[in-house]
Nanobody, 119 residues
Framework: QVQLVESGGGLVQPGGSLRLSCAAS???????????MGWYRQAPGKRREWVAS???????DYTDFVKGRFTISRDNSRSMVYLQMDNLRLEDTAVYYC??????????WGQGTQVTVSS
């Protein structure tokens, strides 16, 4: 059972930056590097939505509303995933969740970290 722990959320003004981190631990079938990793977010009253992913082959993808502003990366040696968020907007306010997917298709989620963009 993979355990994911997010950190790095907080309060930031519009145009500011935050860096989210996700530490993965426990049993990895095939090793951490075999997992697809990513970030989702959920704003109040809205459904959880995909933000970005970085796959086990290194491929990266972003949803349109964060392209050019957010950067996802991973450190397989440390079992870490990061989300650098720049030029934050009010509408980026949400709880951000770390996500992982094993080679056999099992999904795992972190507990979430709050990001609030406010002036």
């Amino acid at each position: 059972q993979v355990q994911l722990v997010e950190s790095g959320g907080g309060l930031v003004q519009p145009g500011g930056s935050l860096r989210l981190s996700c530490a993965a631990s426990r049993t990895f079938v095939g090793g951490f590097r075999s997992y697809n990793m990513g970030w989702y977010r959920q704003a109040p009253g809205k459904r959880r939505e995909w933000v970005a992913s970085i796959n086990n082959d290194g491929s990266i993808d972003y949803t349109d509303f964060v392209k050019g502003r957010f950067t996802i990366s991973r450190d397989n040696s440390r079992s870490m995933v990061y989300l650098q968020m720049d030029n934050l907007r009010l509408e980026d306010t949400a709880v951000y969740y770390c996500w992982s997917q094993s080679v056999n298709g099992a999904d795992f989620w972190g507990q979430g970290t709050q990001v609030t963009v406010s002036s």
